[in-house]
């Protein structure tokens, strides 16, 4: 798999697996755990989730100013592990107030920026040696697969910290009941018979006398389980700290390229007040406006950021930057659309996909079943495909084993099989894994005929791709019951519908991301000016941080329109994104070439 390849990228392929099993976990769980511990609705769960996820990836542009100033990218590398690792440690800690929580938060979101932009530079320099830079997008498609093993496993391990505190203490979960035990506590129940009745079967010491004990006690139990999931994330962060700190050496020291041109332009304070002018400007235009506030800043800082680059940059090096801020335009509106994931598709896949499923569906709900099909189906690829004799040994034992302990696990599984919400996080990273190989065969492919698409072009056909995703859901969501209608009563059995619905949303979703984000991170590497390539890392991030902060979109329309209606929204900002960078293309390929 690495053949060819420098051996740095093994060290970056397994230093960052830790920063994407924290990230996953918090994408299972943060919104689900902000309203069960502290009854907050979907539009502040959706708010704080925004602001944290914009905070990860704004502050990554801290981190490239901060490492290209310092020349020291693989020590803020390490820095950031830490106060990662910090946070996790902190975000474990049961019983804490929602405003110590968002300061938690916001020391992880710390940590990443100043870890994520920098590494995705320090990949990029590996590749600057002209002996690897053909091999720089499946570099990127390599490092992309690899930290997702570590998201696919994140979500798994939450669901089972929570659910093994939950038996612990006596209680099974159901995702339904944390808004109802805050409802009974607040005295707004509407359907006290309905509650009785979730609140026996989740009981596992028989029917429920007290049911206003029986809440506090299942919120309390259900939040804590929820801190231990975030304790498994420090321990991922603990491991990933260790392998950097050991095999760092094998990363490059590769500084800053410090331009030649005696006409370089100088970072003064009159553009750096410049660029703040433009962004009280642009936030106070929206307060006028009276748009959201927060989104305004985001939108503002992001017109500083371009106000500065271009400032600072000199007449050689502005083509570039322009095209890279007219690609960082555009992802905006797919992050926007893709981090749905871990908001309002999770509140989609808590409310209204079924709470249980057959034996089959079932194989891709637990750990061991999914492992086990994985097994199976890696074992059929090396028995079918070209290769040694040996290989196809392998794969027959492989296919032999692994289809008797999936045969053996669906014989077991009952005939309804209760599912969780958490786990459906874990098939993006699946299908990253799955699919790296896939999309960068079909690419090789291609490249072979002299047909491979650019790497601009490959980013607007994964914004139509990403399209699809949600035009999928649009059709699955056109029979079900608004939250609106609901009036906070719980989503009837009618308006469940199957999982499949999301899986399949997901699969597409990831198809578009494999064409998009790493794709997107090589033109980004390619496209730099050698002097800001940690900024303009840090300037990707910030785009997917203003796509991140405008989330909030989806949080604050999922109570007030019709579901359909909501996933509608994204095919448009999809749609449209892909139109406009099709219109630059001839543009966006000059510079790669």
Known sequence: MFKNHPKGLIVAFFANMGERFGFY?????LVLFLQAKYDVNAETAGSIYSWFYFAIYALALLGGIIADATKRYKLVIMVGIVIMFLGYIMMAIPGMSLTTTVI??????????????????????????????????????LFYMGINVGAFFAPFAANAARNWWLKTNGLHHDGSLPAMCHQMLNGTIKDTETFQQLANAANMNGPVTDLAAFAQNYIDVFSKGYNYAFGV?????????????????????????????????????LKIFLSLTVMAAVTSLFFILGIDTGIGFAVGLFAAFITWIVSISTKEERPRITALLLVFGVVIFFWMS??????????????????????????????????SVIGLIAGIVLLVRKGTSKQRVIGLAMTIAFGILAFFLYNKAAGNNDIQPEVFQSFNPLFIVSLTFLVSGIFTWLSDRGKEPSTPRKIGIGMIIAAFGFLLMVVGSLDIVSPFELSGSPVPDSSR??????MNSYLILTVAELFL???????????SPPRFQGLMQGGWL????????????????????????????????CLLSAAFIFTIMKRLERLTQ
Request: net charge positive.
């Open 25 to 29: 976990t918090m994408m299972a769980i």
């Open 104 to 141: 938690f938060l916001f020391t992880i979101a710390l940590g990443n920026g100043l870890f994520k932009g920098n590494l995705q530079a320090v990949v990029g320099q590996m590749y600057d040696n002209p002996q690897y830079e053909k091999l720089r997008d499946k570099a990127y498609l």
């Open 517 to 527: 984000s790493p794709m997107g991170l090589s033109f980004v590497s390619k496209v």
């Open 233 to 269: 994330a420090a321990g991922a962060m603990l491991i990933s700290l260790a392998v950097y700190i050991f095999f760092n050496r094998l990363l490059p020291n590769k500084q800053v390229v410090k331009s030649e041109n005696k006409n370089e332009p100088n970072v003064s304070l």
């Open 338 to 371: 893709f981090h749905q994931n871990g908001l309002t598709m999770t509140f989609f896949a808590r409310d209204y996909t079924v709470k249980a499923v057959g034996p089959f569906t079932y194989l891709f709900f637990e750990l061991e079943n999914i492992l």
């Open 497 to 502: 519908i199957s999982p499949y619905w999301l």
């Open 542 to 573: 910030l785009a997917t941080a203003v796509g991140n902060k405008l989330l909030g979109i989806g949080s604050f329309f999922w109570d007030k329109i019709e579901i359909w209606q909501l996933w509608a929204i994204f095919v448009v900002c």
